[in-house]
């Protein structure tokens, strides 16, 4: 299926305005001005959620196995939880998932 040249750039220009729309949000009107302590205290959880959003669709349907979950990133994916909160250490327990999830798929 091919979409039309006009179309196709009514897409891009619209997300690319978006994007910027969303950005300068931030960085052109508020600029340096403080921002309000409630705030701040919101945005320290931007992370910790964007994170799990971004990593559950490869746990739960990847692409590796057409869409189908399977033990290895599960147990990846529970190895890499457990070891962020016993250890509060990201990188650790982002390494440690990996490990497991190869650990894992090369028993298999």
Not at 8 to 37: D, Q
Not at 48 to 72: E, F, I, K
């Amino acid at each position: 299926m091919e979409i039309d040249r006009l179309d196709l750039w009514v897409v891009i220009l619209g997300l690319g305005l978006g994007t910027f729309a969303i950005r300068f949000s931030f960085l052109g009107l508020i600029g340096n001005r403080p921002l309000p302590e409630w705030l701040l205290r919101h945005l320290r959880y931007t992370s910790v959620a964007v994170l799990p959003g971004l990593v559950a669709p490869l746990v739960l349907w990847p692409a590796a196995t057409g869409g189908q979950p399977d033990a290895a990133r599960l147990a990846a994916a529970v190895a890499t939880l457990a070891l962020g909160v016993v250890f509060r250490h990201t990188l650790g327990a982002i390494v440690g998932g990996a490990a497991v999830l190869y650990l894992v798929l090369w028993l298999v």
